[in-house]
């Protein structure tokens, strides 16, 4: 029963719900590089696995760097005050050094599939770290434009993996993807729980500027979400009318939920379908390469 209890705390420690969602993107971003350059999957096997297991090690450091930080502010949101880092259950101490031990080992494991990889690991964790856990979080609106950066790092990890470079427009397609895709997904995160941050002061847009500024924010992101499909096009026009397809349809939503004025469930919304829009992206991308794949080896 002990282990269970220490299991689960560790899995909040680490973030291990934000592990597992940031796969999912590096993984698509991996097998499109793979089909792209036309290179054979059984040879790149252990660079996959260097590169799954790197990614989720540099990840949960990152995740758990935050926590570590965080407990001042942690135990004021209801949201987070049960962490194990602010409990007590797992001292700051041992959280940092295990953190650290992720880090080396994560950025050891990308190196092992490729030197950028493991730089671009590296990056991930430290702008997420200074630039918005110690920086932006607590002092600008626009901290989740900063912590988009890192957020988004996984895509080009994935590609660095395999590919012998990260400047085909398909891997900055993801890229983009994914750093706009944080701020109407973290905005409607933001209003449900805008009464968790305006009690620790963090001045997330909709505590800070208003439900309005809010809406008309995500619906620019939303705009530029959908244009971003377009540096699929060079590689497939069947990946860029689906990713825009599914950019539009979420544009249209928001701006029909917003004008009923009712900002917990237009924030409800728009979460529930950022889930399934980085779902669809991502998984379409992934079939796409591994179909692509399977009928080169024909």
């Not at 029963?1 to 560790?10: G, P, V």
């Not at 979400?225 to 096009?233: N, R």
Request: charged share 10%; hydrophobic share 55%.
């Amino acid at each position: 029963m002990q282990t269970q209890s220490n299991r689960q705390l560790w899995a909040q420690a680490v973030k291990t719900g934000i592990i597992k969602s940031n796969l999912i993107p590096m993984i698509a971003a991996l097998m499109l590089a793979l089909y792209t350059y036309e290179l054979n999957f059984v040879e790149h096997i252990p660079a996959i696995i260097y590169a799954v297991l790197g990614s989720a090690a540099v990840i949960a450091a990152a995740g758990a760097y935050n926590n570590v930080y965080d407990r001042d502010i942690d135990q004021i949101m209801p949201r987070t005050k049960t962490r194990p880092t602010v409990t007590g259950e797992l001292s700051a101490k041992l959280v940092l050094i295990v953190a650290t031990i992720l880090l080396i080992i994560g950025c050891a494991s990308l190196y092992l599939a490729s030197p950028l990889a493991a730089l671009l690991g590296f990056l991930g964790v430290f702008f997420y770290v200074v630039p918005y856990t110690m920086w932006t979080k607590r002092r600008t609106i626009w901290n989740t434009e900063v912590g988009s950066i890192s957020g988004a790092m996984p895509p080009l990890i994935g590609w660095a993996a395999v590919a012998p470079d990260i400047w085909h427009p398909a891997a900055w397609a993801l890229f983009l993807i994914m750093v706009i895709w944080q701020m109407p997904h973290f905005y409607a995160i933001a209003i449900r729980k805008k009464e968790d941050y305006a009690a620790a002061n963090i001045p997330m847009l909709p505590v800070a500027k208003g439900e309005r500024r809010t809406y008309i924010q995500s619906n620019i992101y939303l705009v530029l979400l959908s244009l971003s499909s377009f540096l699929f096009y060079p590689l497939s026009l069947g990946l860029t009318i689906v990713s825009f397809i599914l950019g539009i349809i979420w544009l249209g939503m928001s701006i029909m939920a917003s004008k009923k004025k009712e900002e917990k469930k237009w924030a409800n919304k728009m979460f529930a379908y950022s889930l399934f829009h980085m779902m669809a992206v991502f998984g379409t991308v992934i079939i796409y390469a591994s179909v692509g794949m399977i009928l080169n080896a024909l």
